[in-house]
Nanobody
C-alpha cells in the first residue's frame, strides 16, 4: 500500500505561482512513477505532469514551459511548481503514484483556484 498526502493548493491571481507537494509513505520502494492529474469543473481528469523513478518527465501540452515536476527522494516527496497560472488551470489537483506492478494510488486532491 502507498499513501499520498498533498498540500499547497489555494487561491492565486492569474500570472501567479503555487507549489504543490505530495508526500508518499508505505511501500514506496515499489513506486515506478509519480505524477499530478487535475480535474476542472465539468471536465475529465487529465494528466498534468509525470516523473519516473529514473527522473524522466513528461507534461501536458497546456502546461509545458509553465509547470515543473520534481522529486526529493530523501523526503519521498514530489513537487509541482506552477508558474504563470491561468484561470483555466483552476481544478482539483490529484497526486498519483504507480508501482512497478502497475497498481495505482491517488491522493485526496487539493483545490487550485486561479482568478482572472
Amino acid at each position: 500500500q502507498v499513501q499520498l498526502v498533498e498540500s499547497g493548493g489555494g487561491l492565486v491571481q492569474a500570472g501567479g505561482s503555487l507549489r504543490l507537494s505530495c508526500a508518499a509513505s508505505g511501500s514506496i520502494f515499489s513506486l515506478n512513477a509519480m505524477g499530478w492529474y487535475r480535474q476542472g469543473p465539468g471536465k475529465q481528469r487529465e494528466l498534468v505532469a509525470r516523473i519516473t523513478s529514473g527522473g524522466s518527465t513528461n507534461y501536458a501540452d497546456s502546461v509545458k514551459g509553465r509547470f515543473t515536476i520534481s522529486k526529493d527522494n530523501a523526503k519521498n516527496t514530489v513537487y509541482l511548481q506552477m508558474n504563470s497560472l491561468k484561470p483555466e488551470d483552476t481544478a482539483v489537483y490529484y497526486c498519483h503514484a504507480q508501482t512497478v506492478t502497475f497498481m495505482n494510488y491517488w491522493g485526496q486532491g487539493t483545490q487550485v483556484n486561479v482568478s482572472s
